[in-house]
């Protein structure tokens, strides 16, 4: 599978597959209100969905699941880890053909058109690229791309001269000219939410447990996971910035619906359901 430019568009071509991607600058801001950020950790199966099936939903990864069980085609359907689709192929597939439109890097859409070839036909595809990419290879180094951006209005990142780890932390505000990656797919998910013009996102199963796996599967069948791994260096301080540095700037507001998640309140805070109702009328 590859991407061939054909005038001012963009195509992806592989077997059996000839398709236009779609723009992201052309849905830039294009939205406005409250969007839900749907996740797979354990509290989504307990969240009642269907009684705000009004607001748009950015589903994730397997999480596509609870919309079809509910009732919901996602808004968008999101994903960015090829492992997910060899492992989970069958919920990729579903997610691609429920999705109104699908936000995924190349490395997925190549995995979902092996699996089925007609599961991307006629679909409303954007390719979710990460900042500091040409050909899947880093252009520059983490510290080199973050100095790089530090005074750039639309790449918010962090710099460190002494430690590496911090330069990969980041957050796009135009998302055509890239994300960051953070080790979860919900900070992906506010990116884009964030880049289509939602300034109210609500997140959904994003428990961020790694001992309490994910709604949809258990035990020896469940897919391995990082999240232990990896919040500390990568996921907290992902979330720290999006609180300190682009929610002021934007005026982004944040909530979290898992009381359960090891995201602190003081960083993204929680609301039970009855709260959220007085935030955002059942309908």
């Not at 980041?170 to 992906?188: C, D, H, K, Q, V």
Request: glycine content about 8%; charged content about 25%.
């Amino acid at each position: 599978m590859k991407v061939e430019s054909r005038g001012d568009a963009r195509w992806l071509i592989a077997p059996d597959l000839e398709l236009q991607l779609q723009d992201f600058v052309t849905v830039r801001d294009a939205f406005s209100g409250p969007v839900f950020l749907l996740a797979s950790g354990p509290s989504a199966s307990h969240f009642p969905l269907h009684d705000h099936r009004n607001c748009p939903v950015i589903a994730m990864n397997g999480s596509v699941l609870r919309c079809i069980e509910q009732g919901i085609r996602p808004f968008f359907y999101l994903c960015d880890d090829p492992n997910f689709v060899m492992g989970r192929p069958e919920l990729a597939i579903k997610g691609a053909l429920h999705g109104e439109r699908l936000a995924m890097s190349l490395d997925v859409l190549e995995q979902i058109h092996a699996a089925d070839r007609t599961a991307l036909q006629g679909k409303k595809v954007y390719l979710l690229e990460r900042v500091n990419r040409s050909d899947r290879k880093p252009i520059l180094s983490d510290r080199a791309y973050a100095w790089s951006i530090r005074h750039d209005p639309e790449l918010i990142s962090n710099f460190s001269l002494l430690r590496r780890k911090p330069n990969r932390i980041g957050f796009s505000l135009n998302l055509a000219r890239g994300y960051f990656g953070s080790r979860t797919i919900p900070f992906a998910g506010l990116q884009l939410s964030c880049h289509l013009g939602f300034r109210q996102a609500f997140l959904i199963g994003v428990d961020l447990r790694q001992q309490g796996g994910r709604f949809y599967e258990q035990g020896q069948a469940a897919l391995p996971s990082s999240l232990d791994e990896d919040f500390e260096q990568y996921i907290l301080p992902s979330f720290e910035l999006m609180a300190k540095k682009i929610a002021p700037r934007t005026g982004l507001q944040v909530f979290n619906l898992s009381l359960e998640s090891r995201l602190p309140h003081s960083v993204v805070p929680k609301l039970t359901v009855q709260q959220l109702d007085e935030l955002l009328p059942r309908g």
